[in-house]
């Protein structure tokens, strides 16, 4: 097996940076080669003390802050190299480090202990070979995911079984992308198909897990974490640049003065200087009058030297330090529930806190809290939740319902005011109690019972907690779930259902469905996802509800809520049955697997049957609508990259403010090939055109003509606008559309924004369409990116560097967001090495 390993830098290569950066050779500081030129004794009328001193001072300073950077750098780049993991090696586990991790190795992992590299999971000490993973390293969630082996290999646990195992992985090539892993394994001369489900990824954390075994797949420089990390840039400030510039002014002055005072020094000791020689020789190394006036101009350069500005870098780097302390000590900026006080790491970027022109922003535990709340639903067409508004009821001091007097499971921590919802529980509405049914079982939570009647639920994502959180207060309980079980206890009656298939959620279907058999035999499909989609597969008798249910999630969606819909349909044992061949058979495929998946779900999740909605609130963090409101009239342009989903992300971005109902538009950008993104990237800038047509009329025949190039592309249908209306060009022999000038879209007032998912944006990045999609974006006031991977964030970010030339800032809160961090000019996070500053809440942004 070659081996594939990564090693961060090693304790002996360490000065090297250390020294290089000091001396700041990669800053192109010329002040100090200036300095070195005074230390040579025939051209420096100053004596080597005197020299020296300005020197060692300012690399001192200088050597002793990159030192310290670099030195905890440095110390959590060699934790990592030396993290232990337990490899089977001739049927007996022997400890490694990380680095000498090799493809094929047999590696056991334990819980709370790091994933050292991309693992396929082999078996497990849990049931049915389940394993309990945290994925924060990978996409800043904290909650727990689950992962499960194949059940030929799950019975694997004992090392001496392990050691025989001879099975053969083919799979795809390494790749960044995190939510997806395509390969097949050949064992026993049989094949099964590999998931991302069967994979544990290097910077996962093993949870709620006692032990598993994992085979490597990919290690080292190829592992997905890997593979999204971006480069660390050394990040040069703007008046770094100018001091540079003006050093490099000077000294060409200095030059110019220097020659004219060599040729005048050539021309004397020519003419005047040869008469002196009898009694005034020159010096031994001197032998004539060319080579005097070479040394002359060493000389005037450094008699000339106090037109440098030396004492500037020294001074500059001061006050820089002192910026630092001021930000550490301001008051403003200090949170007394956390006792957490901000923090500059660097003394480098400060300045450039205050030319920010763009930010770039991680959305969860950033501009939220990450903490869900159950505030309203509607059900069969009746809404509930609106009776008490829950602020007002804080205000008023209303007293939340209280679930535990009839529900020992209750969560106590849980709160709602609608009394009419419990009273339709109580007295056993179908509808009602279907509902919180459907809530109990669709989900793909976790549960941990830690003593008797205190639950604990691990969701993959917040808002799935919270609303199987709602179904246990209202009386139906998820309490325990296997490979091919649920377990609920529904108003006091334990009750398990047989788990026939999981219809997974992805941000392409945009839902989830279940289908399970309860205890009389009775097969149904639950299903909850977004309204735009789930409204479309009802059957045609749910007009009537439908459309009630439709104005209360328009209402919902106003206040800034997260929406879903739920539905149910009932299913014969004949079409179960020819449906779950049908899945099988594409469940088994190796090639199209996932078009074959999604066919098959599309095909089950028809003529549903709508129960209601749900009406969820992500909590902002206090004082992120105000704080974006400033930054917005300081005309900072804002995006929001993260990896949730789009609904959630377009909710959030109503609810800081980012997006607003006075907007004149707001585009959304969700193509799944080339062709389909240019479209609707180009159709955004003719709106954007054509509302400064209707706006501003002087600029209307400007517009127009850049629109017909639009329609046309460069060349083609070049003609007038009435001849352009009649007629249809052949694409396929038309240039690429070109985006207008730059300074044509920035000269639109109006307000848009553009929202835009991770697969049209992977697109839009390509490089003939990079400058159309960037020109598109920057027009727009706000910007939000969804589903986009760390990598991505990096791309986007690299992209208006690259064309912008604009300081630019990030704000993050996770290890995904690194890449995006190490690419900026300014940086700006919570929790993770690579943070130049860290903020104790998001409002203390506008303070800094």
């Given at each position: 097996m070659p081996k594939c390993t990564e090693l961060l830098p090693c304790d002996w290569l360490i000065p090297i940076p250390i020294l290089v950066d000091a001396l700041h050779f990669k800053r192109l500081k010329g002040n100090r080669v200036y300095i070195l030129f005074q230390l040579i004794p025939q051209i420096s009328s100053l004596s080597w003390f005197t020299t020296i001193v300005p020197l060692v001072l300012v690399l001192s300073i200088t050597a002793v802050k990159d030192a310290t950077d670099?030195?905890?750098?440095?110390?959590?780049?060699?934790?990592?190299n030396n993290r232990?993991?337990?490899?089977?090696?001739?049927?007996?586990?022997?400890?490694?480090?990380?680095?000498?991790v090799r493809v094929g190795d047999i590696i056991k992992l334990e819980n709370n202990q790091f994933v050292a590299a991309d693992l396929l999971l082999l078996s497990s000490s849990e049931p049915h070979g389940l394993c309990y993973i945290e994925t924060a390293?990978?996409?800043?969630?904290?909650?727990?995911?689950?992962?499960?082996?194949?059940?030929?290999?799950s019975e694997l646990g004992d090392p001496n079984n392990l050691a025989q195992f001879d099975g053969e992985v083919v799979c795809e090539p390494p790749?960044?992308?995190?939510?997806?892993?395509?390969?097949?394994?050949?064992?026993?001369?049989?094949?099964?198909?590999?998931?991302?489900?069967?994979?544990?990824?290097?910077?996962?954390?093993?949870?709620?897990?006692?032990?598993?075994?994992?085979?490597?797949?990919?290690?080292?420089?190829?592992?997905?974490?890997?593979q999204n990390s971006g480069r660390t840039k050394f990040k040069r400030t703007s008046i770094d640049r100018l001091m540079n510039t003006l050093v490099l002014w000077i000294f060409g002055f200095l030059v110019c003065m220097g020659v004219i005072l060599a040729i005048g020094n050539a021309v004397w000791e020519k003419e005047v200087g040869a008469l002196f020689q009898s009694f005034l020789p020159w010096d031994p190394p001197v032998d004539n009058f060319l080579f005097s006036a070479f040394l002359s101009f060493w000389s005037y350069v450094i008699i000339l030297n106090t037109v440098v500005p030396i004492s500037l870098y020294v001074s500059v780097e001061v006050i820089r330090l002192g910026h630092s302390y001021f930000i550490n000590w301001d008051r403003r900026m200090f949170c007394s529930r956390s006792n957490t006080a901000a923090e500059a790491r660097t003394t480098t970027l400060n300045e450039e806190l205050g030319q920010v022109e763009y930010?770039?922003?991680?959305?969860?535990?950033?501009?939220?809290?990450?903490?869900?709340?159950?505030?309203?639903?509607?059900?069969?067409?009746?809404?509930?939740?609106?009776?008490?508004?829950?602020?007002?009821?804080?205000?008023?001091?209303?007293?939340?319902?209280?679930?535990?007097?009839?529900?020992?499971?209750?969560?106590?921590?849980?709160?709602?005011?609608?009394?009419?919802?419990?009273?339709?529980?109580?007295?056993?509405?179908?509808?009602?109690?279907?509902?919180?049914?459907?809530?109990?079982?669709?989900?793909?939570?976790?549960?941990?019972?830690?003593?008797?009647?205190?639950?604990?639920y691990k969701a993959q994502s917040p808002d799935e907690g919270a609303l199987v959180t709602a179904a246990r207060n209202f009386g139906f309980v998820f309490r325990s779930r296997t490979p091919g079980t649920i377990t609920t206890q529904e108003l006091g009656k334990a009750v398990t259902y047989t788990l026939l298939a999981i219809l997974d959620f992805n941000n392409i279907r945009k839902r989830m469905s279940v289908i399970v058999r309860n205890p009389e035999g009775r097969i149904r499909l639950y299903c909850k996802g977004a309204d735009t989609v789930l409204l479309e597969r009802l059957h045609s008798c749910n007009h009537e509800v439908m459309t009630i249910t439709s104005d209360h999630l328009n209402e919902y969606a106003v206040d800034g809520l997260r929406t879903l819909a739920v539905a149910y349909r009932d299913l014969s044992e004949e079409q179960w049955d020819e449906w779950s061949e049908r899945f099988r058979g594409a469940d088994k495929a190796t090639d199209c697997r996932e078009d074959r998946l999604a066919a098959a779900y599309e095909?089950?999740?028809?003529?549903?049957?709508?129960?209601?909605?749900?009406?969820?609130?992500?909590?902002?963090?206090?004082?992120?609508?105000?704080?974006?409101?400033?930054?917005?009239?300081?005309?900072?342009?804002?995006?929001?990259?993260?990896?949730?989903?789009?609904?959630?992300?377009?909710?959030?971005?109503?609810?800081?403010?980012?997006?607003?109902?006075?907007?004149?538009?707001?585009?959304?950008?969700?193509?799944?090939?080339?062709q389909s993104v240019r479209e609707e990237l180009r159709k955004a800038r003719e709106r954007m055109l054509e509302s400064a047509r209707t706006r501003d009329g002087g600029k209307e025949a400007e517009a127009q003509g850049w629109s017909g190039a639009c329609a046309f592309g460069n060349g083609c249908g070049a003609g007038a606008a009435a001849a352009a209306a009649n007629w249809a060009p052949d694409e396929s022999k038309c240039p690429p559309a070109q985006a207008p000038p730059s300074s044509l879209l920035e000269s639109i007032s109006g307000e848009f924004a553009l929202i835009i998912s991770g697969h049209s944006l992977a697109h839009a990045l390509e490089a003939?369409?990079?400058?159309?999609?960037?020109?598109?974006?920057?027009?727009?006031?706000?910007?939000?990116?969804?589903?986009?991977?760390?990598?991505?964030?990096?791309?986007?970010?690299?992209?208006?560097?690259?064309?912008?030339?604009?300081?630019?800032?990030?704000?993050?809160?996770?290890?995904?967001?690194?890449?995006?961090?190490?690419?900026?000019?300014?940086?700006?996070?919570?929790?993770?090495?690579?943070?130049?500053?860290?903020?104790?809440?998001?409002?203390?942004?506008?303070?800094?």
């Open positions: 670099d030195y905890f750098r440095h110390k959590s780049d060699n934790q990592v232990q993991s337990q490899v089977l090696i001739g049927g007996i586990l022997q400890k490694e480090k990380w680095m000498n390293e990978l996409d800043g969630e904290t909650n727990m995911k689950v992962r499960q082996s194949l059940s030929v290999t790749n960044n992308k995190l939510d997806r892993f395509c390969g097949t394994l050949y064992w026993r001369e049989c094949k099964y198909p590999l998931s991302n489900q069967n994979m544990l990824l290097r910077g996962c954390v093993l949870r709620n897990t006692e032990s598993c075994y994992g085979l490597v797949i990919f290690a080292g420089p190829d592992t997905k974490l890997m930010i770039f922003s991680d959305k969860t535990g950033t501009l939220t809290q990450n903490i869900m709340t159950f505030n309203k639903c509607s059900i069969n067409g009746h809404a509930y939740g609106e009776v008490v508004n829950i602020l007002a009821a804080q205000q008023k001091r209303v007293q939340p319902l209280d679930f535990s007097s009839w529900n020992p499971l209750a969560d106590r921590g849980f709160c709602f005011y609608d009394q009419s919802l419990l009273e339709a529980v109580m007295v056993g509405d179908p509808a009602v109690h279907e509902f919180f049914r459907v809530l109990s079982l669709c989900h793909t939570v976790m549960s941990e019972e830690k003593s008797e009647g205190e639950l604990v095909e089950i999740e028809q003529d549903m049957m709508l129960l209601g909605a749900t009406a969820i609130e992500d909590k902002l963090q206090e004082g992120v609508p105000e704080t974006i409101a400033i930054l917005s009239l300081a005309n900072i342009k804002i995006w929001v990259l993260t990896g949730d989903k789009q609904e959630t992300a377009v909710n959030i971005g109503y609810s800081c403010k980012m997006l607003t109902d006075d907007m004149t538009e707001v585009f959304i950008v969700n193509g799944h090939t080339v003939d369409m990079e400058r159309e999609f960037l020109e598109t974006a920057c027009a727009c006031r706000a910007v939000i990116c969804c589903r986009v991977t760390p990598l991505q964030k990096a791309l986007v970010v690299e992209l208006v560097k690259r064309h912008k030339k604009a300081v630019t800032l990030a704000i993050g809160d996770g290890a995904n967001d690194v890449s995006m961090i190490k690419s900026k000019r300014q940086m700006d996070e919570n929790r993770h090495v690579s943070h130049k500053y860290t903020l104790p809440r998001k409002c203390h942004f506008f303070n800094i």
